[in-house]
């Protein structure tokens, strides 16, 4: 199995925190940047953030201040903290290994998804 395993979401209130794991079981990570990516109902999936081996991260500006992306790469674990949360921020969320050259934000370059865990933010 190549895809990835997504788990921590759920439901909290307006200003509340998450943090989200991104695991690949039977396999352990290579030295690829790994991305976080969400989608709301009806929208497209868009970047979040990513994280290289050596955890050089980038983030969306609607998140940035706000989300930490980390990983332990003895572990094989990637990790989204999400804090100060928005309704705005209510999406499945998904983890997925970059394959291809290019910026990071480019879904497109991305592989191994897997099923998503969703996040609700209630006002």
């Known amino acids: 199995q190549m895809e990835f395993v997504e788990s921590g979401g759920g439901l909290v209130q307006v200003g509340g925190s998450l943090g989200l794991s991104c695991r690949a079981p039977?396999?352990?990570?290579?030295?690829?940047?790994l991305g976080w990516f969400r989608q709301a109902p009806g929208k497209e999936r868009e970047f979040v953030a990513s994280?290289?081996?050596?955890?050089?991260?980038t983030y969306a500006d609607s998140v940035k201040g706000r989300f930490t992306v980390s990983r332990d790469n003895p572990k094989s674990i990637m990790y989204l903290q999400a804090n100060d949360l928005k309704p705005e921020d209510t999406a499945l969320y998904y983890c997925?290994?970059?394959?291809?050259?290019?910026?990071?934000?480019?879904?497109?370059?991305?592989?191994?998804w897997g099923q998503g865990t969703q996040v609700t933010v209630s006002s």
């Open positions: 994280i290289s081996w050596f955890s050089t991260t």
């Open positions: 039977g396999r352990t990570f290579n030295s690829n940047t």
């Open positions: 997925a290994e970059k394959l291809s050259s290019g910026p990071d934000t480019n879904t497109a370059l991305y592989y191994y």
